[in-house]
């Protein structure tokens, strides 16, 4: 467990000029060094010391830690109101001080080790350098899912235990887990020659992680060091947790106009943070600024811009003009802002009472409590999410079809650029690995299917089905990842198809989803880190086994947490149930079984289709569809106008994305933060941003994560709380209420 590459003595990669193209291994013309990006050129340096040791003890200690850390801290925060994702810019920012506290007081006496011949070892083989740096990060990406905070099995076995109060086994959720993550290792290393090793094949969203690596290792000598400035940041993050965490829980949503209009039903709906409009709701609570869509401190203005837009056509203009002016759907008989189901008569939705003993749906229960219905803004969420898939492919067609073929034709007659020929002085890695993991993977996820179907619902044809789907559309949606940065999401298309093909079975419907889309979402971001690492020159082998060991460790302690909190905490995830300041409420696992409901339960024909409410809905697709076709004939027609090709349907329909199970509270406080340090002090203290900026992103993640575990273990479990006004959650009881005549729910006005 220590450097395993070499012995002699190094110094750390020496800056250089991007521009300059100079590297190891014989001379070629510079058309054929550089890379075809500019984008590319400007960030990533053309040079390499292979001699660095990678496989360092520093990097496998820092690494498996980060790995355990964040996938426990993410799974744990998963289940909370404000469930904050901790990403790997948190341990890129914090393993940087530790990493050179290793190198400095390790030792550095070389020993062998029986069965490695006459190869000699160290603890501390020399500076602390960049390559172990990413090592440690992929390694950290693999805690977080890849981004997605848990692994997206898990939502799986939560549904199962939390809200179907049925069983699933330790083996078959660890099986489900690790064999829809792997699956996605598999197809990733199938089209690494594909998506990765091309050069105009050059990710993007990379290219913030290459600049963050090398300003992070640049010298450092200003008084207040990055280590310093995150060292108080944290400290003051953890200490502040401790009020709106526990003793005043009512800053997480300072909803004020529920407190001046405490009896009107529609001010509620309009002021709530968390169950209505949340016009004028603020939050001084940091989980709620960066719970859902990660902090705003990295996303770029622009980004900001658009989402701010999309979300004030769906929130303020959108669901007002259909809940109180047209009043479709008889939507005043239900919340404005809900993720939950009802009847027809405004209450909620018994699930489990149209479920039997074989966990399928029982159709006479079915007829007895009616059609299920939705909210306003959830009915409009999926028709504004049908809108995005049917945009994103048209807009990415129209608008980056040319510049993807002709990458991709490009790709394979282009000649290698430096990055590409610097890498070939590495081992690469054998396809037959991923062919034996791909071939294992199936067999294991076969056997789960077939043997423990009982559990999963899901038939063997079904996973060959979904591993069909993904396989078909793992490739283009990498190259379109690849060249545009934009993913379009496809789960909607998966649960769609198998609900209407196999209804009336809500485990099978997810298992179906997690095979055909996670599989193929994993596989991009696999992608993605390979080419960090081919930017960053790191050996191929290296990280494959990263990848693999950080997948299968993150994937085990996700469910471990799972199962420990599942049977430890009362009725985790009933919103109904908990008390009001409770933290224990599930938002994603809440849509996600809502969803199991919707496409797997009842099916998409009895919600969308002609038996269901909401067949209206389907139109959206066609409007997504024309939509960007517009724009481009406009682009076209006026190609003077700069501003029509900004015009980015794909993200403004699809702003609200995450809406539910995030909040308006969410979104007023990510478009207020990003606005202040990604314009005005981006703007005008550029300097500080460079330096700080991404650093007090990470330093108040940290913060907050460590203040979060320790109100746990020591008044959560106990169940030591503060009970006064300022800790019974944001006080807009009657935002959940419905406004139509005659409509009767427990603790709301009879209009």
Same mark, same amino acid.
């Given at each position: 467990m220590s450097s395993?590459e070499t ?7 020496k *800056? ?5 193209h ?6 070629h013309?510079?058309?054929?060094e550089?890379s ?9 340096t053309?040079?390499?010391d292979?001699?660095? *040791?990678?496989?360092t003890?520093r990097?496998?200690f820092l690494?498996?830690? @980060?790995?355990?850390?964040?996938s426990?801290?993410n799974q744990?925060?998963s ?7 901790? %990403? ?10 530790i990493g050179h ?9 070389q020993?062998?080790i029986?069965?490695f011949g @006459? ?5 501390n083989p020399g ?7 990413v ?7 693999a ?8 692994a997206y099995?898990?939502?799986i076995?939560?549904i199962?235990?939390?809200f179907y109060?049925r069983?699933?086994?330790?083996l078959?959720g660890?099986?489900?887990?690790i064999?829809t993550?792997?699956l996605g290792y598999?197809?990733?290393g199938?089209l ?6 091309p050069?105009?094949?050059? =990710?993007?969203?990379?290219?913030v992680?290459v /600049?963050l690596?090398r ?8 008084r207040?060091t990055?280590?310093k400035f995150?060292?108080?940041v944290?400290?003051c993050?953890f200490s502040w ?5 526990y003793l005043?829980t009512?800053?997480?949503?300072i909803?004020?106009?529920c ?12 002021? /709530? ?7 004028g709701a ?7 600024? !960066? ?9 770029p203005?622009f980004a900001?811009?658009?989402?701010f837009v999309?979300?004030?056509l ?6 007002p003009?259909?809940y ?11 919340p404005?802002?809900s993720?939950?189901l009802f009847t ?5 939705y018994n699930?489990t009472a ?6 399928e ?5 079915y ?9 306003m ?11 995005t898939i049917?945009s994103t ?9 040319r510049?993807i073929y ?7 007659k ?6 590409t ?6 081992k ?7 062919y034996?993991l791909? !071939?294992?993977t199936?067999?294991?996820?076969? &056997?789960l $299917?077939?043997f ?5 619902q899901m038939?063997w044809?079904?996973l ?11 490739l283009?949606i990498?190259?379109i990842?690849a060249t545009?940065?934009q993913?379009?999401g496809?789960n909607?298309?998966t649960?769609y &198809?198998?609900?209407?093909?196999? *209804?009336?079975?809500?485990?099978a419907?997810v $298992?179906?989803k997690?095979y055909?889309?996670?599989s193929?979402?994993q596989?991009?971001?696999f992608?993605?880190?390979f ?9 191929p ?9 950080? %997948?299968?460790?993150?994937?085990t302690i996700?469910l471990? &947490?799972?199962?420990?909190?599942l049977? @430890?905490?009362?009725n985790?995830?009933q919103?109904?149930?908990?008390p009001a300041d409770?933290p224990w409420t599930?938002p994603n696992?809440r849509?996600f079984?809502?969803?199991s409901?919707?496409?797997g339960l009842v099916?998409p024909?009895?919600?969308f ?9 389907? =139109?959206?697709f066609?409007?997504?569809a ?7 004939l406009?682009?076209k027609?006026?190609p003077?106008? /700069?501003w029509i090709?900004?015009?980015?349907l794909?993200?403004l329909l699809g702003?609200t994305?995450?809406m ?7 979104y007023n !406080?990510w478009?207020i933060?990003?606005t ?8 005008y203290?550029k300097?500080?941003?460079?330096r700080?900026?991404?650093?007090l @992103?990470?330093a ?8 979060a575990?320790?109100?746990y ?6 169940n030591k709380s503060?009970t006064w006004w ?7 009881e009657l935002?959940? $209420?419905p406004?139509?005549?005659?409509i009767?729910?427990d ?5």
């Amino acid at each position: 467990m220590s450097s395993m590459e070499t012995q002699s003595p190094h110094s750390g990669t020496k *800056p250089s000029d991007p521009e300059k193209h100079v590297a190891n291994g014989g001379s070629h013309d510079d058309d054929e060094e550089i890379s075809p990006i500019e984008q590319v050129r400007l960030t990533v340096t053309n040079t390499d010391d292979p001699t660095l *040791p990678v496989w360092t003890f520093r990097m496998w200690f820092l690494g498996l830690l @980060s790995c355990a850390l964040l996938s426990f801290l993410n799974q744990f925060f998963s289940y909370r109101t404000e469930p904050l994702i901790i %990403t790997q810019i948190t341990v890129q920012v914090a393993t940087l001080p530790i990493g050179h506290f290793m190198a400095s007081v390790l030792p550095k006496t070389q020993f062998r080790i029986p069965g490695f011949g @006459s190869k000699r070892f160290s603890l501390n083989p020399g500076a602390f350098n960049m390559k172990e740096h990413v090592l440690i990060c992929i390694f950290a990406n693999a805690g977080t899912a890849f981004g997605n905070g848990s692994a997206y099995a898990v939502g799986i076995v939560n549904i199962i235990k939390a809200f179907y109060g049925r069983n699933i086994s330790f083996l078959a959720g660890w099986l489900l887990i690790i064999t829809t993550q792997v699956l996605g290792y598999g197809w990733a290393g199938l089209l690494r020659k594909y998506a990765v090793e091309p050069a105009h094949m050059w =990710w993007p969203s990379t290219l913030v992680q290459v /600049s963050l690596f090398r300003a992070l290792h640049e010298k450092d000598d200003q008084r207040m060091t990055r280590a310093k400035f995150f060292l108080i940041v944290l400290i003051c993050s953890f200490s502040w947790y401790l009020v709106p965490g526990y003793l005043f829980t009512t800053l997480t949503s300072i909803s004020w106009v529920c407190w001046i209009f405490s009896k009107s039903v529609t001010a509620q709906q309009i002021g /709530s943070g968390l169950r209505g409009l949340g016009l004028g709701a603020l939050t001084l609570d940091w989980s709620a600024v !960066a719970s859902f869509l990660f902090s705003p401190l990295i996303s770029p203005f622009f980004a900001i811009v658009n989402v701010f837009v999309g979300y004030v056509l769906t929130i303020y203009i959108a669901t007002p003009i259909a809940y109180w002016g047209l009043d479709l759907y008889n939507a005043k008989r239900f919340p404005i802002f809900s993720s939950h189901l009802f009847t027809s008569q405004g209450q909620q939705y018994n699930i489990t009472a149209i479920v039997n003993d074989k966990f399928e749906i029982d159709l006479a229960k079915y007829e007895e409590q009616g059609r299920i219905n939705l909210s306003m803004f959830f009915a409009l969420s999926y028709g504004f999410g049908f809108a995005t898939i049917a945009s994103t492919l048209t807009h990415v067609a129209l608008f980056y079809g040319r510049e993807i073929y002709d990458r991709y034709r490009a790709s394979y007659k282009g000649k290698e650029d430096i990055h590409t020929r610097l890498m070939k002085n590495y081992k690469d890695i054998p396809s037959w690995w991923f062919y034996i993991l791909l !071939a294992a993977t199936f067999v294991v996820s076969l &056997v789960l $299917c077939i043997f423990l179907n009982d559990q999963i619902q899901m038939p063997w044809w079904g996973l060959l089905f979904a591993g069909a789907m993904a396989f078909v559309f793992t490739l283009p949606i990498s190259i379109i990842t690849a060249t545009t940065n934009q993913t379009p999401g496809l789960n909607v298309i998966t649960e769609y &198809v198998m609900g209407l093909i196999y *209804p009336g079975r809500p485990i099978a419907n997810v $298992c179906f989803k997690t095979y055909g889309y996670m599989s193929m979402a994993q596989a991009v971001s696999f992608l993605n880190d390979f080419k960090l690492g081919h930017y960053m020159k790191i050996p191929p082998r290296s990280m494959f086994l990263v990848q693999f060991i950080g %997948t299968v460790l993150a994937g085990t302690i996700n469910l471990a &947490v799972a199962w420990w909190l599942l049977n @430890s905490i009362q009725n985790i995830c009933q919103d109904d149930l908990l008390p009001a300041d409770s933290p224990w409420t599930c938002p994603n696992d809440r849509v996600f079984f809502d969803a199991s409901v919707i496409w797997g339960l009842v099916g998409p024909k009895r919600i969308f289709g002609s038996l269901g409410n909401y067949q209206a809905m389907n =139109w959206f697709f066609v409007g997504g569809a024309v939509g960007p076709v517009i724009v481009w004939l406009l682009h076209k027609t006026f190609p003077k106008q /700069s501003w029509i090709p900004l015009i980015n349907l794909p993200v403004l329909l699809g702003a609200t994305g995450m809406m539910p199970p995030a909040t308006p509270l969410n979104y007023n !406080a990510w478009i207020i933060v990003g606005t202040i340090f990604n314009f005005f002090i981006f703007r005008y203290r550029k300097q500080w941003w460079q330096r700080y900026n991404y650093v007090l @992103s990470a330093a108040l993640d940290a913060g907050v994560a460590f203040m979060a575990i320790l109100l746990y273990f020591s008044v959560g479990m106990e169940n030591k709380s503060v009970t006064w006004w300022g800790t019974e959650g944001e006080h807009c009881e009657l935002a959940t $209420c419905p406004t139509a005549k005659g409509i009767m729910v427990d603790g709301c006005p009879v209009n």
